[in-house]
């Protein structure tokens, strides 16, 4: 089973419209992180959360992660046609220790729409 | 931010040859590197952890005869493909960890490798 849970798995949306994403685990998540990728391409880093309750913004894209640190939530204000791509949520599982290594939710695939 | 490489961007090979692809950070060091594996429409699927100056650790299921990794200073490591056959055709993603910035991993731009 997945242990990160994306929804929706793909988007369209008009240009100037408003989008969330939304990224969810069973467990407690020790570090979330927000990466973009285009296809064929790496992932671009964009934010990453740590505590419960943590909110950063960047541009037009702000990311939230809950108090239990089990859900956070990608919102896109006034889309672009360039934030188009598949955005990627990570974490860090408990018992991973300090090895940093990351699981991924499936992806979510974003259409904007001139 | 920063920044890691990889090379080559994309290789075509014949089955049975192997194929090596570098991940290098660019402008800070990495005691550690992630080694990842994407199918088309799928997500990231990590292979190894690279330890500079150790052996690596592969997760369960990834052959470490087939995929050896070396990580051999603090800038650089190595995936090769050891006798490369058509099911290794994918797109290998690496990133590597940053300590000076936290915990945050920096992803190269990968590798689409592509066996005949």
């Known amino acids: 089973s997945q242990e990160l849970e994306q929804s929706p798995q793909s988007l369209i949306v008009q240009e100037g419209k408003n989008l969330t994403i939304n990224c969810t685990s069973s467990?407690?998540?020790?570090?979330l992180y927000w990466y973009k990728q285009k296809y064929g391409e790496g992932l671009i880093f964009l934010m990453m959360l740590q505590k419960g309750g943590e909110e950063k913004s960047h541009e037009k894209i702000t990311a939230k992660l809950d108090e239990k640190k089990q859900q956070s939530s990608l919102h896109i204000t006034a889309s672009q046609p360039s934030h188009a791509g598949i955005y990627l949520c990570?974490?860090?599982?408990?018992?991973?220790?300090?090895?940093?290594?990351?699981?991924f939710g499936q992806g979510t695939t974003l259409q904007v729409k001139p | 931010g920063a920044v890691v490489s990889q090379h080559p961007s994309r290789v075509i090979c014949k089955s049975g040859t192997s194929v090596k692809i570098e991940c290098r950070s660019l402008?800070?060091?990495?005691?550690?590197m992630f080694w990842y594996r994407q199918f088309p429409k799928q997500s990231l699927m990590l292979m190894a952890t690279s330890n500079e100056g150790s052996k690596a650790t592969y997760e369960q299921g990834v052959e470490k005869d087939k995929f050896l990794i070396n990580h051999a200073s603090l800038t650089l490591s190595t995936l090769t493909v050891t006798s490369a056959h058509p099911e290794d055709s994918s797109f290998y993603i690496c990133?590597?960890?940053?300590?000076?910035?936290?915990?945050?991993?920096?992803f190269g731009p990968g590798t689409r490798l592509l066996v005949l």
């Open positions: 990133s590597a960890r940053d300590r000076r910035g936290g915990e945050t991993q920096y």
């Open positions: 467990k407690t998540l020790y570090g």
């Open positions: 402008d800070f060091q990495a005691t550690t």
């Open positions: 990570g974490a860090v599982l408990p018992g991973s220790g300090n090895t940093g290594k990351l699981i």
